[in-house]
């Protein structure tokens, strides 16, 4: 419930919140919603937005934890 309040408190008035809704909604199995930039990262923190959230298996979603992976 923590994170659910705190993540609320990370979208902004313009996200678009049916995308948001339909990308949870179609996220395949085996996979999670994961935000590339964490809301609560050491160094950074992402915002609750469509252009922040990608599909990784869960595998890989735990091993990333709260960390920002820049990618070149």
């Known amino acids: 419930n923590q994170y659910k309040g705190?993540?609320?408190?990370?979208?902004?008035?313009?996200?678009?919140?049916?995308l948001i809704e339909q990308f949870y909604k179609e996220c395949p199995e085996g996979y999670h919603v994961?935000?590339?930039?964490?809301?609560r990262g050491k160094e950074v923190n992402?915002?609750?937005?469509?252009?922040n959230l990608q599909y990784l298996t869960i595998e890989d979603n735990l091993r990333k934890?709260?960390?920002?992976?820049?990618?070149?």
């Open 65 to 72: 934890s709260n960390k920002y992976l820049a990618h070149d």
């Open 34 to 39: 994961d935000h590339i930039i964490p809301l």
């Open 6 to 18: 705190e993540r609320t408190l990370r979208i902004p008035p313009w996200s678009q919140k049916e």
């Open 46 to 51: 992402g915002l609750h937005v469509i252009e």
